[in-house]
T-cell receptor, first 115, second 112 residues
Framework: GAGVSQSPSNKVTEKGKDVELRCDPI?????LYWYRQSLGQGLEFLIY????????KSGLPSDRFSAERTGGSVSTLTIQRTQQEDSAVYLC?????????????FGPGTRLLVL | AQSVTQPDIHITVSEGASLELRCNYS??????LFWYVQSPGQGLQLLLK??????LVQGIKGFEAEFKRSQSSFNLRKPSVHWSDAAEYFC??????????FGSGTRLQVQP
């Protein structure tokens, strides 16, 4: 595709519910990242996928957060038992050349509001 | 651990005036450096990047940035600001651990 796409654009949920956020990277990009942008914490790294390697989950804030990437393309970020502090914009990025001189391209984000 | 500082939270300039947004990083070696821009309700758009070589890099929309190793800085500049440049600007570094580390952002307001 022309760029990274994310869905939904906005999601409102009730505390305690599970949510799934989707990211479709640029075609041919092998690396995929999730970041969270919140008022209090700024932009934070969550998780990184590269090809068939085990993901780098070092940024996930709790075990309620998980992500998968199917077929090396689309990724889903799942938040279980959502809390109000999970309210944020979740950004996905992809890159074609992981490692040296890597450039990440970002999607428009999913704005999550937990009531 | 690496960190990125954008000391100016909010800057207001008049349309047509010059602009400089500051960015300092803390890291033992020279990281890869980026500037991104985010318009309201939008994702991050890459303005420019520095990997190596010429320390003055040109980007899109008339922006440029200069890497100064001695000051650990990567300041963003534009000679004449347009109203459409109003947005939030983020400096980011890549120290080789894949994840980008971002500054807290500078919100630019442009007065007519």
């Amino acid at each position: 595709g022309a760029g990274v796409s994310q869905s939904p654009s906005n999601k409102v949920t009730e505390k305690g519910k599970d949510v799934e956020l989707r990211c479709d990277p640029i075609s041919g990009h092998t690396a995929l990242y999730w970041y969270r942008q919140s008022l209090g914490q700024g932009l934070e790294f969550l998780i990184y996928f590269q090809g068939n390697s085990a993901p780098d989950k070092s940024g996930l804030p709790s075990d309620r957060f998980s992500a998968e990437r199917t077929g090396g393309s689309v990724s889903t970020l799942t938040i279980q038992r959502t809390q109000q502090e999970d309210s944020a914009v979740y950004l996905c990025a992809s890159s074609s050349e992981p490692g040296v001189e890597e450039t990440q391209y970002f999607g428009p984000g999913t704005r999550l509001l937990v009531l | 651990a690496q960190s990125v500082t954008q000391p100016d939270i909010h800057i207001t300039v008049s349309e047509g005036a010059s602009l400089e947004l500051r960015c300092n990083y803390s890291y033992g070696a020279t990281p890869y450096l980026f500037w991104y821009v985010q318009s309201p309700g939008q994702g991050l758009q890459l303005l420019l990047k520095y990997f190596s070589g010429d320390t003055l890099v040109q980007g899109i929309k008339g922006f440029e940035a200069e890497f100064k190793r001695s000051q650990s800085s990567f300041n963003l500049r534009k000679p004449s600001v347009h109203w459409s440049d109003a947005a939030e600007y983020f400096c980011a570094v890549d120290t080789g651990r894949r994840a980008l580390t971002f500054g807290s952002g500078t919100r630019l307001q442009v007065q007519p």
